[in-house]
């Protein structure tokens, strides 16, 4: 991964980490993955709508 602290990633969870950032699901200015760090709900839900985006089930807001 392009992360800092790539080491820190558990054998098991390497493969998924690799996969969301090379699908642009982990975006942003981030140096560190923090793995043992908690998620924030912002963290979280910027992360699903990606994926939902990604596999075509997001739609417009109203007004949109």
Do not use: H, K, N
Request: glycine content about 8%; overall charge negative; charged content about 20%.
């Amino acid at each position: 991964t392009g992360f800092a602290d790539d080491q820190s990633i558990s054998s098991w969870a390497r493969p998924y980490v690799v996969t969301a950032e090379a699908l642009g699901f982990l975006t942003g200015p981030l140096e560190e993955l923090e793995p043992t760090a908690p998620t924030t709900r912002e963290e979280a839900a910027a992360m699903l709508y990606r994926m939902l985006d990604y596999i075509g089930i997001i739609f417009p807001a109203a007004g949109e």
